[in-house]
């Protein structure tokens, strides 16, 4: 994504994102919030030093936070469902 199109969506100057790239200074919490979420990832993600974090797409965030909101039982049925996808998948690799 260009500094023109990320500016265009965040509603931040290209001037400064271009310093924000830079490291010449920091962007407000909000502002960070903002780039974040015109990249689709998450705030621990764009401020992590660490290069083994991986991105948690929006679409992700969005579904665990519905999850999050349902009583005990219904979460206890999407886990099952979700493991039981996940161990299938791994499965699936192991033999390819």
């Known amino acids: 994504m260009s500094q023109v ?3 265009r969506i965040t509603g931040i100057s290209r ?3 271009s310093k924000y790239e830079r490291g010449d200074v920091s962007p ?11 990249l689709g990832v998450s705030l621990d993600y764009l ?5 083994r974090e991986e991105a948690l797409d ?8 519905e999850i999050q909101g ?4 219904e979460k206890d049925k999407v886990f099952s469902v979700v493991d039981a996808l996940i161990r299938d998948f ?7």
């Open 47 to 51: 401020v992590s030093d660490s290069e």
């Open 58 to 65: 929006s679409e992700a965030v969005r579904r665990v936070r």
């Open 28 to 38: 407000s919490v909000e502002y960070a919030k903002r780039i974040a979420e015109a």
């Open 15 to 17: 001037d400064a994102i």
């Open 5 to 7: 199109e990320l500016a």
């Open 90 to 96: 791994k499965t699936k690799q192991a033999y390819k």
């Open 70 to 73: 349902l009583p005990p039982q």
